[in-house]
């Protein structure tokens, strides 16, 4: 196990976020593949493609309610860990586990009511609707194992179980690899057999997650006499969890913005290349994700302690590192637009057309390194309002308005422009915040010690 206050901070996240790095590309391939088998069912795999990208907002709403619950309280808990209370850390993690549940069964009864009219409205046509509505029939019967996995996987993660938090990723996504050629192909159940895939290797990595946190490996239990939900817990969690949901959730939006206005000027080979684009963006998110996760429990552990020259040097690294990554991948994107189309798709044209507005879609993201790093330390540190403040900035204020002002313009290409616009305007601003605030928090926070 790791000591999240005394290693060298250097090796501590290096040693936490390899593997997490690791679990987000895993994790990241693990929504993926479904996504490249799809695109290549014979004769209607772009039809295919482009209805279950249609999926994608109610997909992330779904992960973005683990988030809310998983996010908020796992930092809470390594704060509670860093002040020697364990107690309380568990109450928060076991108070978690019950959250957890019950969303999934309101979620599941909404979504499966509720479908085919939010899939039209998300951009669906009469040729991808069938394609969009089979997909998600048979993945919302697994919302509970991807709410347990998601949530309960950040406090394995925050407690310095790093391997075995990549675990759990590296367990569904290496079973939902195996099974989707069989489903897909072999047994000839297409878009639903690649569902029922991801459904089975969700419950798998669900029953590693909850097998570890009863069993006697780990720190924190979840414990019988925490089960009650307490308000106060419940409250604190869902506080600091409501930035990293809108961060999410919010993702959701800005993707029904994205594919129904696309499909008012540019029809279904627009919405493809988006479902095609955004598929790629993960390969640009995960990794950064896996930095922020093994920089979390760091930085909040000695924030808790009130070592604050560690929190910085944490700061620092995380920074270095997320840039360098943006801005190598954005490179990338640039040179090679059609190569990584083509990953996904056997259609000449709609890899070209993917390809050309891949380009200008990546030509903000070289700055979302800093926009992630700062936007993330802030939420370590219980900083629930800033980061809130900043979620909802690149999405809700800019992205989303800038999506129909510059569509009513410039038509399907002024909606590709308005992701780098936002980007950049979203990363100037919450840097200069964090400029602004991070020491004061630090100072605050040791003059109430």
Known sequence: MNDLG???????????????????LVNALYNIVDRIYIGRIPNVGAEALTGVGITFPIIVIITAFSALVGMGGAPLASIKMGQGDNDGAEQIMTNSFVMLIIMSAVLTAIFSILKR???????????????????????????????????MNAFITSQGFA?????????GAALNIALDPLFIFVLGLGVRGAA????????????????????????????????????????????LGVSPFIMQSTESLVTIALNSTLQRYG???????????????????????????????ISSYNFGAKNFSRVREVFRLLLISCMTFTVFFTLVCELFPRAFAFIFTDNAELANTAGRYLRIFVGGTWMMGAQMACQNTFLSLGQAKVSLMLALLRKIVLLIP????????????????????????????????????????????????
């Open 6 to 24: 005394k290693d060298k901070v250097g090796r501590l996240l290096f040693r936490l976020a390899a593997p997490a790095i690791a679990a987000q």
């Open 117 to 151: 009219p939010m899939l039209y409205a998300f951009g669906a046509s009469d040729r991808t609707i069938s394609y969009a509505e089979s997909y998600l029939s048979i993945y919302l019967i697994g919302t509970l194992f991807v709410q347990l996995t998601v949530g």
């Open 163 to 171: 391997r075995t938090s990549m675990a759990t990723v590296l367990i």
């Open 196 to 239: 029922l895939a991801t459904v089975i290797s969700q419950c798998a990595s669900a029953l590693w997650v909850l097998i570890f946190l009863f069993g006697k490996r780990t720190v924190l239990r979840i414990r019988k006499k925490y089960l009650r939900l307490k308000a106060r817990v419940v409250f604190g969690t869902m506080s």
């Open 267 to 297: 029809g279904d080979m627009a919405v493809g290349s988006m479902t095609i684009i955004t598929s790629i963006m993960q390969f640009a998110l995960m990794p950064i994700q896996g930095l922020i996760q093994g920089a979390q429990p």
């Open 402 to 449: 800038l999506v129909y002002i510059l569509s009513a313009i410039f038509g399907t290409i002024g909606v590709f422009w308005a992701q780098p616009a936002a980007d950049i305007l979203a990363a100037t601003t919450t840097s200069t915040v964090f400029a602004l605030k991070f020491g004061k928090i630090l100072r605050k926070a040791g003059e109430n010690g």
